[in-house]
Nanobody
Framework: QVQLVESGGGLVQAGGSLRLSCAAS????????MIWYRQAPGKERELVAT????????NYADSARGRFTISRDNAKNTVYLQMNSLKPEDTAVYSC???????????WGQGTQVTVSS
């Protein structure tokens, strides 16, 4: 019922900023918890940030806390990840996920590449 498309990735120098967007189509987006993940070459996928359906509760990985901010605009069916003070170690493919209903699969986007140069 939900389709996700990420955008906003690109090449940025260390210390710079990017804002990623994840646009959703389909119904019931506003009722779902959304999660940003990232995966670097040769490494496992890791959770970056989460946000509940109403946006009142957010959580961050230790590596992201204080630098990244997750937010959502349910009227636009979009979740954002504002990334500041970027480091080369942030280089990865960033994907968003909508948590599925109980007992069902989650919904994934295809990802957007973020590259941070030294």
């Amino acid at each position: 019922q939900v389709q996700l498309v990420e955008s906003g990735g690109g090449l940025v120098q260390a210390g710079g900023s990017l804002r990623l967007s994840c646009a959703a189509s389909g119904r019931t987006f506003s009722s779902r918890t959304m999660i940003w993940y990232r995966q670097a070459p040769g490494k496992e996928r890791e959770l970056v940030a989460t946000i509940t359906s109403a946006g009142g509760i957010t959580n961050y990985a230790d590596s992201a806390r204080g630098r990244f901010t997750i937010s959502r605009d349910n009227a636009k069916n979009t979740v954002y990840l504002q990334m500041n003070s970027l480091k080369p170690e942030d280089t990865a493919v960033y994907s968003c996920k909508a948590v599925g209903d109980y007992g069902r699969d989650d919904y994934w986007g295809q990802g957007t590449q973020v590259t941070v140069s030294s």
